[in-house]
């Protein structure tokens, strides 16, 4: 995943970072290794550039990035709506909005989803931004649910399921399973090649009747821009079901959401 410096720290680290500061607990020498012994190891990339400047020097900074948080304009809420939509109205319609995150994503993308569907199509924009502006995007998948929809896929391409999921009859173990389930996603739903997303998943959803889900549907651009929202990535979620979610334009919202997600990768909840 790639970072935005300390924009992408979250005010809640940044507030612990000046608590242990002003305890005492983290002192010189200043490294990664005094950052991590104190349980700021996640920190250690956006911090580096200021490693030399000693504690004090630190502390300032943090200060100064608290402070111009404190004066931020207000986060931007936009209603995100899928379905009938009589009346007056003040939203704006999922199956338009997402395209146009991931056409603007000029950095990296974050995306977390229970159900996909119609790859070309929902990923075309995304892709476009990956081949043409070097995007780095991570997926986060339910490893049961995605092998449904490729079963799906497969039968509307005509492809024979039994031939096409021998691999994920084969595999051995929920992680050998869940990365034969991603291989078929790129194959059934990632039809443009390189570059590709980064996907993870959590090994508990490739057990048969897990009791664990995905269940979350999410997008994050940029480390500032994300998309909540009930509905699934796929073609009833994005145009027939009714389905509300927010569109929101605050870069402390953004770090704190990709924070969530960066936290099971660190901790192995979810694998590559």
Known sequence: MT?????????QDLLALVAALDRGDVRAPMNETCLRANGFGHLVDALRPYLGLGREGIHAVVDVVLAERRHRKAPRLTLVWTGDDPGVSHSRHTRVVLPELFARAREHVLIAGYAIDHGAELFAS???????????????????????????AAKGAGQSWPLVSAPLEAAKGNVERGRAVVELFYRLMWPFGDPRPVVYFDPRTAEKQSPVSLHAKCVVIDHEYTLITSANFTDRGQTRNLEAGVAIEDRGFAASLERQWLNLVDAGVVVR
């Open 3 to 11: 970072g935005a410096g300390l924009s992408a720290v979250t005010e």
């Open 126 to 152: 995304l892709h476009r931004g990956m081949a043409d502006h070097a995007v780095t995007a991570d997926l986060f998948v339910d490893v049961g649910q995605l092998a449904e929809r490729l079963r799906q």
